[in-house]
């Protein structure tokens, strides 16, 4: 076990309570464990130049180590030493690591990297080094098209955040979200898809038709999305590979609130027809239908589980904007939150543990998370309007936007890890709001 983990203890424990199983009061272990508040003391890492064969290289490498730099520092787990504390460089990643004077500057990991560029081709070889423990943590090499710069900068950050957390990769995804400009009273929307670290920015859709709510699908390949084109809101699948839109006509009244299953072989969403609101399931086979929840209340935003054989939905049905679960073939649903307020937008963890929501009390937002079973609730975040709560691919980060009040007030996303810790703001060049977070990119 390497030696630098001792910096992560905090991290560790807090994760540990974080996934403890639930006990009844018979159960309950005789142990107390009280956590105020944790602080972590990020990892401090060398990463010398990257060696290089010639100029076009130098502009590729400096570019990737950038990229890499960025996605490691906002964790709050990694702190790159500067430059000018190096003692040595790396002239070769395979030439032996003088780790007395890595270690001499105080860095537990050294990150090694060479980039050649031959055409439109790269080549980037790394390797990463736990200087305390003077041994290899990972080795690497990635080859492409100068396009995929990007892409190699993050599945190498992906490899030493996994590596030294144990927690799974989430720098190699993209966010779907709704780009919007314009004053508060006369604001586009359009349908718009960014590298997570907002990057690569594209628009989806014009700004002629109000859109919301966009989500990815398993493969992230495919986005489904909500637009008033028609003058009502109804669903929209996007295919992001041909571009091509489809619709579906054979849906009753409005259609709103969509999600993939997790197979991408269904849709989940919500109908509102006859004055009724209710949560259907739809074959994107054969555009078969089938009803989930029948009765007078609003039932909506419906998300599945991981392994599909559940559903999470906020309804009214008790009274209040409450959360409910139930099987993904319909039947009797359950309630599971039941603190003061009110509750929406529910999203299940891709890890199964844990389900995010909006929480709306004396006058505030608040993004939280609970046990499938509504214990453990943990209030994230406080603000005038924080809202849609979407889950990284790991489970550990949560991205949400938030709006500020006034007649000004607009809103931007922010994500917050699932501790509650590490708030951050992404800067973008427009408002921003609705967001999804992509499965991992094949």
Known sequence: MMKIYRVLLAFIIMCMIMNAPAYSEEEVPEIDIEVTDGVIDPIPVAMPEFVIDNFSSSIVANEIA???KNNLTQTSLFRFIPENAYISDVTSIDAPVRFADWRAINSDLLIAGSVSVIGDVITAKFRLWDVVGQSEIEGVQFAGPTGSLRRIAHKVSDLIYAGITGE???FDTRIAFIAERGAKND?????AIMDQDGANLTFLTDSNSIVLAPRFSPDA???LYTSYETGRPRVYLRNLVNDRVRTFPDLPGMTFAPRFSPDGKSVILSITNKGNTDIYLVDLANNTQKRLTS???????PSFSPNGKSIVFESDRGGSQQIYVMSSKGGQAERISFGEGRYGTPVWSPRGDMVAFTKMYK???HIGVMRLDGSQERLLTKAFIDEAPTWSPNGRVLMFFRETAGANGAPSLYTVEVTGRNLRKLELSSFASDPSWSPLLE
Not at 187 to 191: C, E, N
Not at 296 to 301: G, K, R, W
């Open 221 to 223: 390949k495919k986005i």
């Open 295 to 301: 009765n007078a209340a609003i039932d909506t935003a």
């Open 66 to 68: 950038s990229i890499i």
């Open 363 to 365: 006058g505030n937002f």
């Open 187 to 191: 604001r586009t929307k359009r349908l």
């Open 168 to 170: 799974g990769a989430y």
